[in-house]
T-cell receptor, first 112, second 116 residues
């Protein structure tokens, strides 16, 4: 049973527009959420995180929104740039634990 | 700068062979993690070390999988009697601090294992 779900395997967005990547989770014990970005033949790179005590965290062009009642989080990228084309993984954990539970990823294509 | 390195980058093994995958974490990083990423899936946790101590091995899929970090730096993931279902990318990550997840994990490029 997948505890972290990314239901869109891929997403295409015009350069300069907003990219919205969605993620749902089932475990109500999760209290820390992360987004990772992965280019081919490289390991995942940490992008942004959010604690469950917040509903929004912003870092430059990247904003993560958390809706605890819906068990849903989203990553907004504004404006989208060609270098943003990558696979994005949503991940979650209990902050005192050592495991990160990853979703299957969403491949983002930024179109020129 | 020196990030996490893994070797070999690619490994082809015949079913039944033993393999050893190496991870060189960032110097000074206390924590080291191993993940398995099957095709089309996200990384799945295998095991966690804090210095030389293996604090969590709950993700290791069978007793054919063994990991060690004897001096608290380099780690080796060993898979005995490889099976086809072991084919995956094996990712290593390290982080500066202890157990808490507010220490960012830095990933290596992974070792792609193909068992034929």
């Amino acid at each position: 049973d997948q505890q972290v779900k990314q239901n869109s395997p891929s997403l295409s967005v015009q350069e300069g527009r907003i990219s919205i990547l969605n993620c749902d989770y089932t475990n109500s014990m999760f209290d820390y959420f992360l987004w990772y970005k992965k280019y081919p033949a490289e390991g995942p790179t940490f992008l942004i995180s959010i604690s469950s005590i917040k509903d929004k965290n912003e870092d430059g062009r990247f904003t993560v929104f958390l809706n605890k009642s819906a068990k849903h989080l989203s990553l907004h990228i504004v404006p989208s740039q060609p270098g943003d084309s990558a696979v994005y993984f949503c991940a979650a954990s209990v902050v005192e634990d050592d495991k990160i539970i990853f979703g299957k990823g969403t491949r983002l294509h930024i179109l020129p | 700068g020196a990030g996490v390195s893994q070797s070999p980058r690619y490994k082809v093994a015949k079913r039944g062979q033993d393999v050893a995958l190496r991870c060189d974490p960032i110097s000074g990083h206390v924590s080291l993690f191993w993940y398995q990423q099957a095709l089309g899936q996200g990384p799945e946790f295998l095991t966690y070390f804090q210095n030389e101590a293996q604090l969590d091995k709950s993700g290791l899929p069978s007793d054919r999988f063994f990991a060690e970090r004897p001096e608290g730096s380099v780690s080796t993931l060993k898979i005995q009697r490889t099976q086809q279902e072991d084919s995956a990318v094996y990712l290593c990550a390290s982080s500066l601090g202890g157990r808490r997840l507010d220490y960012e994990q830095y990933f290596g490029p992974g070792t792609r294992l193909t068992v034929t």
